[in-house]
């Protein structure tokens, strides 16, 4: 209970002689300068009385205690040493994806939201401080990038000291649930042993849920989607489109009647088939006369499956989430229902329920893993590089969003229902008791990131994603040259408390720069934004390098130039790779439809250009029409009466119609034609032939307005 504490850091005193001494424990020895530095400048900032419930002063701050002791902070494994060379602070700002123009920002300086008319925004339904601990696919997306750049510092630093071990790696995130796997995934695709006490993630696994479709299979065969799904996992291995040729077989039915009429013949397919019912006749059998666990390691030796998916990235994971399932069914044929349907009931309820099992384990804490973990679960251990990642989280704010908040020295607060208006809204009390939570709350997250920050030892990463991170960074900086005006280092309380999550009071701690204190003690590094660093790719991403001598990485002819591309049927041939002939056929029916299916999406109409003339048009149009062809062939200066010389309209009427011409005006001195004058025809427009043998000047009706 933090209150039990300051109360007694409030009354006791200082002094020796007092009755009820307090003695300030402020020297730490665990960190390195760098780090220690590091914690103060941004702490100082942001923890005031009003808003942790602590002001860190001069005397809460943490006091170097290696002084005289040397940097080097000793073994911290067999044969290890650490160097100077490793102690340092970072910052890594991800942009998540830029938002369109115009879009909604998150009001408040430093990202949070302002109360109004004394109502949290956080309260306020669909505002983005209702926080979930649902990942949304954004956030998803965010942690998988957040992952790939802390895998690639891992190997850079690994590189670069070679004596420090994975084990001597800590992850920290705030919350593990569902966040923590994209993070156990980048790390086995970039080859970084990883352990992490996963409470969810089993269930979603591909192989765990092939297999799981099998059994269900075994069960009861006429289930459409199980059927589909072995058929074209690599238990069966079959392509899209022979899925569709079993479908086209028997339209009509289950899926598994149409499976059956394709067994019938003697194509490749039909056999594949055939030898998969006849396994699947057997699997049955043995699932009735048989104890489950029996079954499924008969059927990992059967299809390979189970070392198949030890040679897939991650296949260490993979396999240890198979003889989980072998041992987890072990375990339940030690009850007293037993068999495959109660079994796989079992699990629906499972998932019915929300409740999910972590990945088996594959590395012990022991082992020379990275460590993947959540804030609470590191608190008194300590690391030597500790990575503070998913800064962008948003804080939940579930407990202060219920119609009946409960508070200890408060009470009840409770929201006034009207039946009459069938509405509800707060009552003074729970406006009182949610403010008072929520003040709560924000002290309570500030003091889990101190413990975040404290963790490392010599080196201190901090990563956190956001969207429009440029302009969030100016923002950043304008809350603190706010604190430097007022002649302070903390930040504005207003926006301390309006902070949705960690970035939002370490992102303004790091921008801001106040006399007397200095800027940030580290390195600052941007990512996915202009000028930043790219996000790193995984193994496999990269694209591949064009062919030396090519422009465009194809290879070139004899006569030097661009050499034709091979054929399937080449490829195939006595150079070629080898592979079967009717697997060839295949190809080569494939890619034919593939350039038919081309060739009608991409279809065009011949007489496109026709089908934009309207059906009828208005003068204004056409002259509109006219005026933007004048304009391309350059005569509108000569329209307007420009005295620049150039080519001029000249307008006809006779028998054939009305005509357009262009002319020099060297050609405006023919029969019919009066020379340009002020007040009379354009210049280079024929005068109309009733009024030809006229010598006199057009009156104002006369001449009209040319269009």
């Given at each position: ?5 300051m109360?007694?850091y ?23 300068k760098?780090?220690?530095e ?12 009003s ?21 080097a ?18 910052a890594?700002?991800?942009e ?6 115009g ?13 109004d ?23 998803l ?11 690639q ?7 670069e ?6 084990a ?34 089993y ?13 269900r299979l ?12 072995v058929?074209?996992s ?11 040729e ?21 194509s ?32 990992y030796?059967q299809t ?9 990235p ?16 072990r ?14 009931r079992?699990?629906?309820r ?42 962008g989280k948003?804080?939940?704010?579930e407990d ?47 003091r ?13 990463i ?17 809350l ?11 930040l ?10 960690y970035?939002d ?63 399937l ?27 038919e ?7 065009s109409?011949?007489?496109a250009?026709?089908?934009e ?34 080519a ?8 054939n119609g ?11 001195t023919?029969?019919g ?19 030809a ?12 307005t040319?269009?």
């Open positions: 209970e933090p209150r039990l504490f109360e007694k409030r009354t006791y005193a200082g002094e020796r002689e007092a009755p009820r001494r307090r003695i300030d424990l402020t020297a730490n020895f665990r960190s390195s760098p780090v220690i590091a914690v103060n400048f941004i702490f100082r900032r942001l923890m005031t009385e808003v942790a419930e602590i002001d860190y002063d001069a005397k809460a701050e943490l006091v170097y205690g290696r002084e005289g002791l040397g940097e902070s000793g073994p911290t494994g067999p044969g290890k040493t650490w160097r100077a060379e490793i102690q340092g602070v970072e890594h700002f991800i998540r994806a830029i938002s369109a123009e879009g909604r920002e998150r009001p408040g300086g430093g990202g949070g939201a302002k109360e008319a004394g109502e949290p925004a956080a309260l306020k339904p669909g505002s983005e401080e209702s926080g979930s601990e649902e990942p949304e696919l954004e956030e997306e965010a942690l998988e990038m957040e992952a790939r750049v802390v895998a510092r891992i190997l850079e630093l690994k590189a000291n070679p004596e420090l071990g994975y001597d790696i800590a992850v920290l995130l705030r919350s593990t649930r569902d966040r923590a796997n994209q993070f156990m995934e980048v790390f086995h695709q970039m080859g970084i042993p990883a352990h992490a006490e996963l409470g969810t993630g269930f979603d696994a591909i192989e765990v849920q092939t297999f799981l479709s099998l059994l075994i069960d009861n065969p006429r289930q459409d989607i199980p059927l589909v799904a058929l074209r690599p238990l069966v291995g079959l392509r899209a489109k022979e899925l569709a079993i479908r086209l077989a028997c339209p009509e039915g289950d899926y598994y009647d149409a499976v059956a009429a394709s067994a019938r013949g003697g490749r397919l039909a056999k594949t088939l055939q030898q998969f019912l006849e396994r699947l006749d057997g699997w049955r059998t043995a699932a009735r006369r048989q104890p489950l666990p029996d079954v499924i390691a008969s059927i030796r390979g499956y189970y070392d198949y998916v030890g040679g897939l991650g296949g260490p994971q993979r396999q240890a989430n198979l003889r989980a399932l072998y041992y987890r069914a375990q339940f044929e030690s009850f007293a229902r037993r068999g495959l349907f109660r079994f796989l079992f699990i629906e499972l998932r019915e329920t929300d409740t999910d099992l972590g990945p088996a384990k594959v590395l012990g804490e022991n082992e020379d893993a990275v460590r993947v973990m959540s804030i609470h679960k590191s608190k008194g251990l300590e690391f030597p590089v500790v990575f503070v990642a998913d800064l948003q804080f939940n704010w202060i969003r219920g119609d009946l908040l409960a508070h200890r020295d408060l009470g009840l607060g409770p929201m006034l229902v009207d039946l009459d208006l069938r509405i509800k809204y707060p009552t003074l009390a729970y406006r009182a008791i949610r403010h008072r939570l929520k003040r709560e709350q924000v002290a309570e997250e500030m889990i990131l101190y413990v975040a920050l404290t963790r490392a030892r010599e080196r201190l901090l990563v956190g994603s956001r969207r429009d991170l440029l302009k969030a960074w100016e923002q950043w900086q304008y603190g040259k706010s604190a430097e005006g007022n002649g302070r280092t903390k504005p309380t207003e926006a301390l408390l309006g902070a949705q999550g970035l009071w370490v992102g303004p701690a790091l921008a801001s720069e106040v006399e007397g204190d200095g800027a940030f003690p580290g390195s600052i590094c941007f990512w996915n934004v202009p000028q930043g660093q790219p996000i790193p790719k995984l193994p496999g991403e990269e694209k591949t390098e064009p062919v030396a001598g090519s422009g465009n990485g194809q290879p070139e002819g004899k006569d030097g130039g661009q050499g034709e591309e091979m054929t049927e080449q490829q195939s041939g006595p150079q070629g790779d080898g592979r079967p002939e009717e697997q060839v056929t295949e190809e080569l029916e494939e890619r034919a439809v593939l350039e299916l081309e060739r009608r999406f991409n279809w109409y011949a007489y250009e026709l089908s003339l309207p059906a009828k048009m208005s003068a204004s149009a056409i002259r509109d029409r006219e005026r933007q062809a004048l304009e391309a062939a350059g005569s509108h200066n000569d329209l307007l009466g420009d005295d620049q010389p150039g001029a309209l000249v307008g006809t009427s006779d028998s009305p005509t357009t011409v262009v002319a020099g005006p060297e050609q405006l023919g029969p034609q009066v020379p340009p004058s002020a007040g009379d025809w354009p210049r280079g427009f024929r005068r109309p032939r009733f009024l043998g006229s010598d006199r000047q057009l009156t104002s009706v006369e001449r009209g040319l269009t």
